[in-house]
């Protein structure tokens, strides 16, 4: 979906960036401005300004800033499209996609109609949950008998549902409407003639709320020992439970305040960690835990602790959630596993042993890892060659899906060591089976052509391009034995030449240029490639990220910071490179040079990626090395120019100076990183 600049500007024209983060963060009047709490770091002092004659806000302690857009996107989660189809919403706007036809500008708008309408109704049927539970003493009991305080109850509009086969009848005179079966509110029995009754009866309620703070289901938990304990809304328009996790709008806040999200089984296991000092819980929805649930959750940190009942049910659910996690596991994240005691869950856990105990725990999780080696470990005797050659098995794929990387390579190390093989080997088995297991194609073509050879998978613990099965004589390029640009008169890499060096042919134009005085050289020089200018780091920043847009996943916070805080046009375009990765995910160059047209990013980018300098084919690791190199060094001159604005303000400020020692902190660190990789 393609949003033209135009609208982009009138829509921040017409909407006031101090309603639109008033909604989640009290603000006061504070001179021309409006102060408040951050809501991306924790503070007990005001520093967050939001100015409405900017229209942008700002926060002095940790540097936050943007507009309404990029407000909803940090804070609540939403993708680009998403934030600005929130907000076009609210001053009545119609988004314009010149990209999809009429029919489907029609279906895209009936949705968003229903969504809407589904959530208005699930409200109504919240706000009357929370009555019934101020009524009931009953629920009110089971409630307070859990620890639970109203403050809390109040925060995660828990609520009741009495008992009565049509109590929400009260609550909507046309219980016939099917908007109620659509929501999941109301069942109907076509066995008994359509009779409509009431999904939850008699149950303590816990509204579920998207990111955004809409309610989009209902879990219910029974009060006494009725089957099942725990009752769900089914999967509806707004409510699909694979992508969903209870709680996460109520501590987006708190994981950012604490570093780390705590994910849990229950809705009560979220509730009374909040009660209990830990508003950073958030809970699976009664299904195993999916790559989209842990993707949402570090679009709001880079550290996730999974928490499980220490039983066997709450090892496979572990075993469910390490599959999830894998792809997402860079070297920048840190995810963990926290397995108690089998006969407790974190509630009972807190309340018997107290929150320190339950802190320690959380500190001593398990690594993603170490759990990796676990899993793959159990049930193998690691004492026999049958054992290990059972565990590299089990290890194979669970390692295959870790994002390639310097924790991917000491896993291998750590798992090699295991099968008493070298790294190297251990890499080579795994490449050669994959290779076996692809699917060969055969081409037929003119007299003497085979099949065309089958690449083999790369070895992560290779920096080498992929072998290829088939021998020299079969095609293959570049031959075994010989480098990439190996030969005279390449535009290869250069980066030297094989052993086998072919004869040298006289005549020629390379001997006319050969002079004297590289006549000891093993070739004669190479012609001068054209003179290109020197491309700046954000240059080449955007050269990597255009073509190799996945490399976004695996970013920081302070590196997006720091590229969309670069000068137009660089930050700009790294900006609208985001919002395209956050919508559908990394895209090749041939489609977002598509989705470049008209846009004022498009002579930068266009630049960039034409012309020979323009080529980033090689080892992905090595790009990402080059990459992870640039930001470093970028970050560092911005550390550098904060410092001298902050050595200025220091006769006026006496907290200047305070800043400026922890920059330095953070540059050194940042210098000895960039001095390694040199």
């Not at 398990?366 to 026999?384: K, M």
């Not at 000895?672 to 990789?677: E, L, M, R, T």
């Amino acid at each position: 979906m393609t949003i033209p600049q135009s609208f982009i500007q009138e829509l921040l024209a017409r909407v006031d960036v101090v309603d639109i983060v008033g909604r989640y963060v009290p603000l006061k009047k504070g001179g021309a401005n409006f102060m408040g709490l951050c809501p991306f770091h924790g503070e007990k002092s005001p520093s967050f300004s939001v100015s409405p004659a900017k229209q942008f806000y700002h926060c002095f302690g940790c540097g936050k800033n943007g507009n309404a857009i990029s407000f909803l996107m940090e804070h609540a989660g939403m993708g680009f499209v998403e934030a600005v189809q929130d907000l076009a919403q609210q001053v009545g706007l119609q988004v314009p996609d010149d990209d999809i036809s009429p029919q489907e500008k029609e279906r895209a708008a009936a949705a968003r109609q229903k969504q809407a309408t589904l959530t208005d109704v699930l409200e109504k049927a919240a706000d009357a949950y929370r009555r019934h539970l101020r009524e009931s003493q009953r629920a009110i009991g089971y409630f307070k008998g859990r620890g639970v305080s109203g403050t809390v109850a109040k925060r995660y509009g828990l609520g009741y549902a009495p008992e009565g086969w049509r109590s929400l009848a009260s609550v909507f005179p046309q219980y016939d409407d099917p908007l109620l079966e659509e929501s999941g509110l109301v069942i109907v029995n076509d066995e008994d003639g359509g009779k409509r009754y009431d999904r939850f009866r008699d149950r303590v309620m816990f509204p579920i709320r998207n990111v955004k703070g809409e309610c989009i289901g209902f879990g219910g938990r029974v009060l006494g020992d009725d089957k099942p304990k725990y009752l769900n809304s089914p999967e509806t328009p707004v409510f699909h439970k694979g992508r969903e996790l209870y709680g996460l709008f109520e501590a987006r806040t708190a994981i950012r305040e604490h570093g780390y999200a705590l994910v849990t089984e229950g809705y009560m296991d979220v509730v009374a960690l909040a009660q209990l000092g830990f508003p950073n819980a958030v809970a699976t929805l009664g299904t195993a835990c999916t790559p989209e649930h842990v993707q949402k959750l570090l679009r709001f940190t880079e550290s996730v602790v999974f928490s499980f009942d220490g039983d066997a049910a709450g090892r496979r659910a572990a075993r469910k959630a390490l599959d999830g996690a894998l792809p997402h596991a860079t070297d920048t994240r840190s995810i963990k596993f926290l397995f108690l005691p089998a006969e407790h869950d974190p509630d009972s856990f807190i309340r018997a042993n107290g929150t320190d105990a339950f802190a320690r725990h959380v500190s001593e999780a398990v690594p993603l890892s170490r759990f990796l080696v676990e899993s793959a470990s159990d049930g193998c005797d690691l004492a026999t060659a049958e054992g290990r050659a059972h565990m590299a098995s089990n290890a194979r794929p669970l390692w295959t899906a870790l994002p390639d990387g310097v924790l991917k390579r000491q896993v291998l190390s750590d798992l090699a060591d295991l099968t008493q093989l070298k790294a190297q080997d251990l890499a080579d088995l795994w490449g050669q089976a994959t290779s076996r297991e692809a699917p060969r194609s055969s081409h037929s073509g003119h007299p003497g052509a085979g099949s065309a050879p089958a690449r083999q998978a790369p070895a992560a613990y290779d920096h080498e391009p992929p072998s290829w099965d088939a021998p020299p004589d079969a095609g293959a390029w570049p031959p075994q034995g010989e480098p990439a640009g190996g030969y005279p008169g390449s535009y290869g890499n250069g980066s030297g030449y094989g052993n086998n060096r072919p004869a040298f042919r006289k005549g020629g134009d390379w001997k006319s240029n050969w002079k004297k005085k590289d006549k000891d050289s093993p070739w004669p020089p190479q012609p001068r490639l054209p003179h290109t200018p020197t491309a700046s780091r954000a240059d080449h920043a955007a050269r990597l990220l255009l073509s190799h847009m996945a490399f976004l996943e695996e970013l920081t916070h302070d590196d997006h910071t720091t590229l969309c805080a670069q000068p137009a046009p660089h930050g700009p375009l790294f900006s609208w490179l985001e919002a395209q990765f956050h919508e559908h995910g990394p895209l090749a160059w041939a489609v977002l040079r598509e989705s470049l047209r008209e846009h004022e990013c498009e002579a930068l980018a266009v630049k960039v990626m034409t012309g020979s300098h323009a080529q980033t084919e090689g080892a992905m690791q090595e790009l990402r090395l080059e990459l992870r190199d640039l930001l470093n060094r970028m970050q560092i001159e911005d550390i550098e120019a904060q410092q001298k604005l902050l050595m200025l303000q220091a006769a006026d400020d006496p907290t200047a100076l305070e800043r400026y020692r922890a920059l330095e902190q953070k540059r050194r660190v940042l210098l000895g990183v960039a001095a390694k990789a040199a």
